[in-house]
């Protein structure tokens, strides 16, 4: 089985513009979750995804947006990017919400120059 | 609120060397659980284990070993006999107890880096 895949793996965009990841997890997971780790610092909870409906928010501004499609693939949208949204977008997937164990993808490296 | 405190920003070590990265946390809640996590640098987090606050006992599971002691709020984590392939970063969390709808936040630290030298 294929684990948790990210797209793209690698981002550069200016400041300004709109992006938008996508992450699928594991087949049959239905949980998505959605982490920013800054360089050097650990990963920081944005978004939880369970049966397409928000469960869970960080402490992130609403230029973050993020939604779960019927087939428990989600994407993850940032609008009016600065240079402080330059991260790496991890995504993690679980069977259920409650779950105590993600699998995480290899994340996605955004630069906002 | 939920902290999670590794105080070892960096480690090295010459290799077959025993090393022990450490984990402080904080919470209220009565229920919860510890994680350890190891990014290598390819970027994805491998889960490595999973403890609930209710079972203190250690573990080990071949080279590694874990030490949960509620009593000091610590969850550390030994490497015997470190390895180059064990040079990474790694991660203590700390999840609150599930809520109803699925919800569940996980608080991380800011990472310990390991180096093993040949």
């Known amino acids: 089985d294929a684990g948790v895949t990210q797209s793209p793996t690698h981002l550069i965009k200016t400041r300004g513009q709109h992006v938008t990841l996508r992450c699928s997890p594991i087949?049959?997971?239905?949980?998505v979750s959605w982490y920013q780790q800054v360089l050097g610092q650990g990963p920081q909870f944005i978004f939880q995804?369970?049966?397409?409906?928000?469960?869970g928010r960080g402490n992130f501004p609403d230029r973050f947006s993020a939604r779960q499609f019927p087939n428990y693939s989600s994407e993850l949208n940032v609008n009016a990017l600065l240079l402080g949204d330059s991260a790496l977008y991890l995504c993690?997937?679980?069977?259920?919400?409650?779950?105590?164990?993600?699998?995480f993808g290899q994340g996605t490296r955004l630069t906002v120059v | 609120a939920q902290k999670v405190t590794q105080a070892q920003t960096e480690i090295s070590v010459v290799e077959k060397e025993d090393v022990t990265l450490d984990c402080v946390y904080e919470?209220?809640?009565?229920?919860?659980?510890l994680f350890w996590y190891k990014q290598p640098p390819s970027g994805e987090l491998v889960f490595l284990i999973r403890?609930?606050?209710?079972?203190?006992q250690n573990e080990i599971s071949g080279r590694y070993s874990w030490n949960f002691q509620k009593s000091t709020s610590s969850f550390n984590f030994t490497i015997t006999a470190s390895q180059v392939v064990d040079s990474a970063v790694y991660f203590c969390a700390l999840s609150e107890a599930p809520r109803s709808g699925g919800y569940q936040k996980v608080t991380f630290g800011t990472g310990t880096k390991l180096q093993v030298i040949p």
């Open positions: 403890r609930n606050s209710f079972d203190e």
């Open positions: 993690a997937s679980s069977f259920r919400g409650e779950d105590t164990e993600a699998f």
């Open positions: 087949s049959g997971h239905k949980s």
């Open positions: 919470t209220r809640d009565t229920t919860y659980y």
């Open positions: 995804y369970y049966e397409k409906e928000e469960r």
